[in-house]
């Protein structure tokens, strides 16, 4: 349940809609914005790097949290969708010299239309087959990904050009960290708003139960399509941010690995939550850091401890962490942080 602040009401629609209405939120608002622009020059390139990856991946993140956490649709290929972006903006901007601008929503529509071709068994199938209907695309994509030589370069790749506004291209660590940030931003404003509107309600509602929505005169078909595509549609967006962040790609970046990284990061985070993907991708990141960190240190004080059981050590960490979330927290990170803020909000009455 969504809590006001104390003595603070709303008169109109406008203001109950509004993200941003009072003038401790905008004060924080604007003390956010601040933080990031100052943000690069007071950490490492290191750190700028690590940065820009989870902007990347909170982009992707977003449209799998509307597909799985608003809609129910589990998938298990987000990765690839992420590759088919790549790909196309790759072949877009190397091949045909076009804008990277104009590759960004151009990636984002390939990706969310080949999710269409994908979302139609979903109004047949849910939960474990469906599942394994988008692990199936998973597997074709990639391999297409892998065997058209022609296009795609196999497994060696293509090489990405820069990105670039008109002549400015985005080069170093510090560029990208502002790029990454914006899109991060307005693709997280995008999902929530998706999610606030009549579609997303219906996509709560389809998840919660599809046979009742369907009574309640939801079609189902063109709410599950749409939660394909607009998912994928992210994904391929993010897919043509980061193949141009990294300056190459290859099949091997969008593996079902990553996939399985992209549901966990939405369950740990919060499934249903516009937040969730945010926490979600952060708190991953860290483990993963921890965890790279950590390995050494374990290997030097048990050298006894093959080195076969010390790679498995972050998957067997990630597997802890997503049952303990799902036993515990099933709501995520997110929640928790819903409570705080509501305990602020409603404070001194928070009883």
């Not at 690995?257 to 991953?284: A, C, D, K, N, Q």
């Not at 950590?294 to 093959?306: D, F, H």
Request: aromatic content about 16%; charged content about 10%; glycine content about 10%.
């Amino acid at each position: 349940m969504y809590e006001v602040p104390c003595g603070v009401y709303n008169s109109s629609y406008k203001e109950d809609l509004a993200v941003v209405r009072t003038k401790s939120r905008w004060t924080l608002f604007l003390i956010g914005i601040a933080v990031f622009l100052v943000l690069p020059f007071s950490i490492s390139e290191s750190s700028m790097a690590v940065i820009n990856t989870m902007d990347i991946w909170m982009v992707a993140a977003f449209g799998l949290n509307l597909l799985t956490g608003f809609c129910g649709e589990i998938s298990i290929g987000h990765a690839a969708f992420m590759g088919i972006g790549a790909y196309v903006s790759a072949i877009l901007t190397g091949d045909l010299e076009l804008s990277f601008w104009l590759a960004l929503p151009l990636s984002g529509l390939a990706a969310g239309t080949i999710g269409l071709v994908f979302a139609l068994p979903s109004t047949r199938l849910k939960g474990f087959y469906l599942a394994i209907v988008t692990l199936a695309a998973q597997v074709i994509i990639v391999w297409v990904l892998s065997n058209w030589k022609s296009v795609t370069g196999g497994f060696e790749g293509l090489e990405t050009p820069y990105a670039s506004i008109g002549g400015f291209q985005f080069e170093s660590e510090t560029n990208w960290y502002y790029l990454n940030v914006m899109m991060a931003f307005v693709m997280g404003i995008i999902a929530h708003n998706i999610g606030r509107s009549n579609v997303g309600r219906a996509f709560v509602a389809i998840r919660d139960n599809d046979l009742a929505a369907e009574v309640m005169g939801i079609n189902l078909l063109k709410y599950k399509s749409l939660a394909f595509f607009s998912g994928c549609g992210f994904a391929g967006v993010a897919g043509c941010l980061w193949a141009h962040y990294a300056g190459h790609i290859s099949p091997e970046f969008f593996n079902l690995h990553e996939s399985i990284w992209f549901l966990g990061m939405i369950v740990v985070g919060g499934m249903g939550r516009t937040m969730g993907p945010v926490f979600g991708v952060v708190f991953i990141f860290f483990l993963k850091r921890i965890i790279t960190i950590s390995v050494p240190v374990i290997s030097e004080l048990l050298p006894s401890v093959g080195a076969q059981a010390l790679s498995a050590f972050g998957l067997i960490i990630f597997g802890v962490v997503v049952a303990f979330f799902l036993i515990i927290e099933p709501r995520g990170i997110a929640h928790w942080w819903g409570k705080i803020k509501n305990f602020y909000r409603i404070w001194p009455f928070s009883y």
